[in-house]
């Protein structure tokens, strides 16, 4: 038992730390090679954070454990929203005043409808991982054409800030980018190895491991980078960062996951997780509207979110 703890802490560690670099030399990278502040903001920085989701629900479907798949992609969205948004506004209040941030909020319920439809049969199939896989697509082409026709968005003015801060030459940022890389797959699959293990030891399913601490684990990028940027000032940051982080897994994710191994989905996904998921998804809509004057994720909203966390994760380890 030893043994597997140790691995998924090292995991754990590994991955949040090689996500960083992976993220930091992508991030330079496509800046080098011309690609507009505000597409770095949204795609590279926003879905770089999902790679250690993404590598780990990759990983168990290909070992057979699609609890874990699952679990991570959906429990991520969940701590997206009610943990790294709350703490982040307990912390300092959210200001929402990006246009593309605004914009996306109704796709990502979108997502979440679609994804929810999907879990009605009780399964992944390929086809539906397509389905996933070409509205992605669709989503990344229409962000990629607007922000090249658009300028001025806040998130375009704080991504500029946040790239002159950490810039770096293009070998280090290609470098930091094959290294972190590297790591990240490697530490995916130490992670899932100690979570698999640690599951079977303790009794528990996959999906439980999934959804607590493998979720955790994997949001922790996301919720160090919006601290800081919250921090900052840099609020549009910390709201777009969320939004491209819960499209990413709902959509690419689970997408790429369900291609590779088509997964049974147990009843409790849609009836409990997905239901959680998507009641904090509309709940965002609520929290940041702010009429004709930017919305604000206050501290007494962020506490309400952080609540909301606690009491879903004490129901799992109640019903574990």
Not at 187 to 211: K, Q, T, Y
Not at 244 to 271: K, R, Y
Request: charged share 10%.
């Amino acid at each position: 038992m030893l043994t597997p703890i140790l691995a998924l802490l090292a995991g754990l560690a590994i991955l949040i730390w090689s996500a960083d670099r992976f993220i930091a030399g992508a991030a330079q990278t496509a800046r080098h090679f011309g690609m507009p502040p505000l597409l770095i903001g949204m795609v590279v920085v926003g879905f770089g954070t999902s790679a250690p989701e993404l590598l780990v629900s990759l990983l168990s479907a290909l070992q057979g454990n699609p609890g874990i798949a699952l679990g991570n992609a959906y429990g991520s969205n969940i701590a997206n929203i009610a943990l790294i948004l709350g703490l982040t506004a307990l912390i300092s209040p959210i200001i929402v005043h990006s246009r593309a941030v605004v914009r996306e909020l109704p796709i990502l319920a979108g997502a979440t409808a679609l994804a929810a439809w999907q879990l009605w049969d009780g399964q992944i199939s390929r086809l539906d991982a397509i389905i996933l896989a070409i509205a992605f697509l669709l989503i990344m082409v229409w962000n990629i054409h607007r922000g090249m026709r658009e300028q001025g968005d806040a998130l375009d003015s704080e991504t500029v800030r946040e790239l002159d801060e950490h810039a770096m030459p293009i070998r280090r940022a290609v470098f930091w980018l094959i290294v972190g890389l590297i790591l990240l797959i490697a530490s995916s699959r130490l992670l899932v190895w100690g979570a698999v293990d640690i599951a079977r030891s303790l009794g528990v399913s996959d999906l439980f491991i999934g959804l607590t601490i493998i979720a955790i684990g994997t949001s922790l990028p996301e919720l160090a980078s919006s601290i800081i940027a919250s921090r900052k000032d840099e609020h549009d940051i910390v709201f777009g960062n969320v939004i491209g982080s819960n499209l990413f897994n709902t959509l690419a994710v689970v997408a790429i996951a369900g291609f590779v191994q088509p997964m049974q989905v147990p009843p409790e996904v849609l009836g409990r997780d997905m239901l959680v998921m998507g009641a904090l998804t509309l709940s965002l809509f609520a929290i940041c509207y702010g009429g004709k004057k930017a919305g604000k994720i206050s501290r007494w909203k962020g506490a309400l979110l952080t609540t909301a966390f606690v009491a879903y994760t004490a129901h799992l380890l109640v019903t574990a």
